[in-house]
């Protein structure tokens, strides 16, 4: 995989990417055949990961982390580590069900309660 621009953000690495870079980069995660872990980081994450080392580890572990608030937007261009755009994980995941009726790779559904996945899954195709 290729090594991707980041910034540290008190301690919290967030990739300089673009919908368009991390969709390309949810490609190459697809076409690898392995998994993979994205993070999408938000002002409450960056401060919980202040103090929550194990929920940091996690996090810096991450193959990408997207900037997703305009906090964290906000607060990389006043620290001089300007990022690209903001990367929603809800785009990401509507992104991610389009390349995948488009392009044929599955997606899991993981449900806290029996049905959750079901219902999920359902409420997307519809």
């Known amino acids: 995989m290729r090594d991707l621009d980041h910034i540290s953000l008190l301690g919290v690495k967030i990739h300089r990417v673009d919908m368009d870079g991390t969709l390309a980069l ?10 993979h ?6 002002a ?4 919980r990961a202040q103090r929550d080392t194990e929920f940091q580890y996690l996090v810096n572990a991450a193959d990408l982390v997207t900037p997703d ?13 300007p990022l690209i755009e903001r ?6 995941a509507k992104e991610m069900c389009r390349m995948s009726a488009e392009e044929g790779f599955s997606i899991y559904f993981l449900g806290a309660a029996p049905g959750v996945a079901e ?6 195709k519809a």
């Open 69 to 81: 608030g305009f906090g964290v937007i906000k607060a990389a261009a006043v620290l001089g580590s």
């Open 37 to 42: 872990i994205i993070v999408t980081a938000d």
């Open 87 to 92: 990367v929603s994980g809800v785009e990401i």
């Open 44 to 47: 409450s994450s960056v401060m």
């Open 119 to 124: 219902l999920a899954a359902q409420n997307l």
């Open 26 to 35: 949810v490609r190459d995660f697809v076409e690898s055949g392995r998994p």
